[in-house]
């Protein structure tokens, strides 16, 4: 059996573009639900008042939930208490509608801090993804590529959508 990991960002930016947005997320469960394959997804507590009933539904499916700040802060510019405002936020926003704390978090950008760490530690996180593979990297590790696999359509039909 092969294991694939699939993740999506689920930015703060969505809510304030023209497209279908709650049609494009749909579509993603779908084709997760069809492949039965399960995400994480890492979304801005912003999305999740916004699409509520579409986050509560992945978190019943399985699909993880996990915490993209909330308005796609620069984590940078935060200090320890705006941090842990917006995480608060972001963890009640995530809490309600799916029914319990995130367990995970991805940084906007992926920029990071030490002090991102420590607050995360403090406040119960389980993981952090702020590992970017550069293209440089995926060239010269074909495991890195995607090929006609589900999460290469999922990607390519975001992409087509967004861009």
């Known amino acids: 059996m092969k294991k694939v990991i ?3 960002d689920v930015e703060a930016d969505l809510v304030s573009q023209k497209g279908e ?52 802060e620069n984590i940078i510019e935060l200090d320890k208490k705006d941090l842990n405002n917006v995480l608060e936020k972001t963890e009640q926003a995530i809490k309600k509608t799916c029914g319990q704390k995130p367990v995970g978090f991805r940084s906007p950008w992926l920029y990071t801090k030490p002090l991102l760490y420590e607050v995360l530690s403090e406040r119960g996180y389980k993981w952090v993804s702020n590992k970017r593979i550069r293209r440089k990297e995926v060239l010269a590790n074909p495991s890195f590529q995607f090929s006609s696999s589900t999460a290469s359509k999922i990607s390519e039909f975001l992409m087509s959508t967004y861009l």
Not at 59 to 67: M, N, R, V
């Open 6 to 8: 699939v993740f999506f």
């Open 21 to 72: 947005n709650e049609k494009y997320l749909q579509t993603v469960f779908e084709i997760l639900e069809e492949k039965k394959m399960k995400a994480t997804l890492n979304t801005c507590g912003k999305v999740i008042e916004m699409f509520p009933a579409m986050f509560k539904k992945f978190a019943q499916a399985g699909h993880e939930i996990s915490s993209h700040a909330y308005n796609h």
